[in-house]
């Protein structure tokens, strides 16, 4: 927010942050299916477990920018497009 008030951002105000994860969360989803990957097939890519995916897809799991880094590179894809909410 500017000192005059006037908020500048492209993101409208009244959206909060778990509008935003739940984006991120189908956008994975999406993208994993699309790719032909299952949950324990990208767990593998990234060294992480089947469930951490499945937390991240149901919306359960706050991911870390190393991890929305990650996501994104084994998901052939880029950050923006991650928590891309058009």
């Excluded at 880094?69 to 928590?83: F, G, M, N, R, V």
Aim: net charge positive; proline share 2%.
């Amino acid at each position: 927010m500017r000192k005059n008030g006037e908020n500048k951002s492209k993101i409208d105000p009244t959206v909060d942050g778990d509008f935003f994860c739940k984006k991120v969360s189908e956008n994975v989803r999406k993208l994993r299916i699309k790719l032909e990957l299952s949950q324990e097939q990208l767990g593998n890519n990234m060294d992480v477990s089947k469930q951490f995916i499945q937390k991240i897809e149901n919306g359960q799991r706050n991911i870390s920018i190393k991890t929305l880094l990650k996501l994104a590179i084994h998901l052939d894809t880029t950050p923006s497009e991650l928590i891309n909410v058009l």
